[in-house]
């Protein structure tokens, strides 16, 4: 866990010089535009973060669920909680029939963990306490927290860009403390994809993360590591009806499509939210707890 702890730690480095960059080549070393575009992210991002529970619940069509309504999944997250030592979260279901999962709020005291029926109805009790357990990590690894500052820092790169862009077409590079307009246009593109690559690295190590965090509590890789064969097959075949928000939360992209034979480097793998559920298994089973 250390490992990918460090690894998240300096992607956000990464992400925190690649801004400075930016606004030094294309702001003229001013920085006005870095603190507008922070500004503006912070404002945009920093609302979705605050409110993320009500938008990742309204988007899956989820309800908040009591004990009563599903009393043996709902004492299943609450003895999982406990063993990890979180508070108790608020617990939902979401109609869809693809099996998944995700967790949401702004801390471990305003959490919220969310199964589809589509996982409670297919899932064995064992393989389900694995993903829920992986749930749970995310809360208590604060990672909607993580995922908000990556996605500020990509805004605010891709701000500032698209300023620097508009205004090398339209204000000429008559000005000699400026970079000339076709490497101010080269660099408008090449920032922002290198921040959603960042981002979206971010994101892989948490799952990473989040999955040994679940093999600790439960003392065993093998549960999660099932339940991730399972969703994998399901997910494709019973595909999630609109576009969910966040779906980097859910333990499984639920966009993905399905897994195509590749030979040599795919690339596709720079672009995902998720790390290869093959992988993700892979080192599940190589987890030793003894």
């Known amino acids: 866990m250390m490992k990918n702890t ?3 730690t300096m992607l956000l480095a990464a992400m925190g010089g690649l801004i400075v960059a ?6 003229g070393g001013s920085t006005t535009a870095l603190t507008i575009g922070l500004g503006i992210a912070i404002v945009m991002v920093g609302g979705s973060y605050w409110f993320s529970d009500r938008l990742a619940l309204a988007s899956a069509r989820a309800k908040v669920i009591e004990r009563a ?12 909680a406990r063993r990890a030592g979180l508070p108790m979260p608020r617990v939902a279901v979401s109609p869809s029939e693809q099996p998944n999962a995700f967790a949401t709020g702004r801390g471990p005291h305003h959490a919220v963990v969310c199964a589809t029926q589509g996982l409670l109805t297919t899932m064995p009790r064992h393989e389900l ?16 927290l993580i995922g908000s500052i990556a996605a500020a820092v990509a805004t605010a790169i891709s701000f500032i860009a698209n300023m620097a862009m508009w205004g090398a077409i339209f204000g000429g590079g008559d000005d ?3 970079p000339s307009p076709f490497v101010l246009i080269a660099a408008s593109i090449l920032a922002p994809l290198a921040a959603g690559l960042l981002q979206m690295a971010v994101s892989r190590s948490r799952e990473y993360d989040a999955d040994r965090g679940a093999a600790e509590v439960l003392g065993t890789g093998e549960p999660l590591a099932r339940a991730l064969e399972s969703i994998e097959a ?11 928000q966040q779906a980097y939360a859910w333990i499984h992209n639920p966009l993905a499509e399905a897994p195509k034979p590749r030979q040599g480097v795919d690339m596709r793998k720079l672009f995902s939210t998720h790390p290869s559920t093959e992988d993700r298994i892979r080192r599940l089973r190589q987890m030793s707890f003894a």
Do not use: N
């Open 129 to 144: 306490e694995g993903v829920m357990a992986h749930e749970l990590m995310h809360v208590k690894h604060r990672d909607i």
């Open 69 to 80: 309504d599903a009393p043996e999944f709902y004492g299943m997250v609450e003895s999982l």
């Open 22 to 27: 930016v606004a030094g080549i294309l702001g």
């Open 6 to 8: 460090m690894k998240t």
């Open 176 to 178: 000699d403390d400026r």
């Open 234 to 244: 399901e997910a494709h075949a019973t595909p999630m009806q609109g576009a969910p």
